[in-house]
Structures are given as structure tokens and as C-alpha cells.
């Protein structure tokens, strides 16, 4: 069964940093394409950033320069590393692969 499980969330104030991790299980990845999402209240879901499995990365416009996507194929994981966040980034985010398979997501909160 595939499963995906996202940590690394929490309270930050605003400028600071947070790493967003997601471990999959129940096959490899390896060859498939990885991402993250995010929705805040009220909105639409939208990509943050996503990956191929040749590495090759995208980023939302909103995030670029300051998120960098990554992953670690032996270990099954795709990593978010978040920088200079502001209040608009409150979130949860979710992992995906290929859009196929969704994490349940985790709480992303930045404030004074």
C-alpha cells in the first residue's frame, strides 16, 4: 500500500525557514515525478514545486528563490526547503507523485 507522509511543519515567524519533508512507502519512486502543494483556507489548491525523477525542478512563481525542491531516491523522500516565508505561504502542504498519490499534508503557519 503506498503511503505518503509529509512532517516538518509548524509555527515560524515571519523571514524564518522550515525544511518540509514527505517519506513514501509501499514501492519505489524513484522513477516517478514528486511535488508539493499547497491550499490555504478558502483557496484552491496550487503547486509550490515539483521534481522529475531526472531532477529537473519548477517552482510557482509566488516561491521561487526562496523554496528549493530535492530528493533523496534511496531514501524514498522528497524534501521542501522553505526560506525567507512570508505570511502568504500559511498553508497546509501536501505530497504528491505524479498526482496520482497525496499525503494528508502538514500545517505550515508563519506569523508574528
Known amino acids: 500500500q503506498v503511503q505518503l507522509v509529509e512532517s516538518g511543519g509548524g509555527l515560524v515567524q515571519p523571514g524564518g525557514s522550515l525544511r518540509l519533508s514527505c517519506a513514501a512507502s509501499?514501492?519505489?519512486?524513484?522513477?516517478?515525478?514528486m511535488g508539493w502543494y499547497r491550499q490555504a483556507p478558502g483557496k484552491q489548491r496550487e503547486l509550490v514545486a515539483g521534481?522529475?525523477?531526472?531532477?529537473?525542478?519548477k517552482y510557482a512563481d509566488s516561491v521561487k528563490g526562496r523554496f528549493t525542491i530535492s530528493r533523496d531516491n534511496a531514501k524514498n523522500t522528497v524534501y521542501l526547503q522553505m526560506n525567507s516565508l512570508k505570511p502568504e505561504d500559511t498553508a497546509v502542504y501536501l505530497c504528491?507523485?505524479?498526482?496520482?498519490?497525496w499525503g494528508r499534508g502538514t500545517q505550515v503557519t508563519v506569523s508574528s
Open positions: 521534481i522529475s525523477s531526472g531532477g529537473t525542478t
Open positions: 504528491t507523485v505524479r498526482e496520482m498519490y
Open positions: 509501499g514501492r519505489s519512486f524513484s522513477s516517478d515525478a
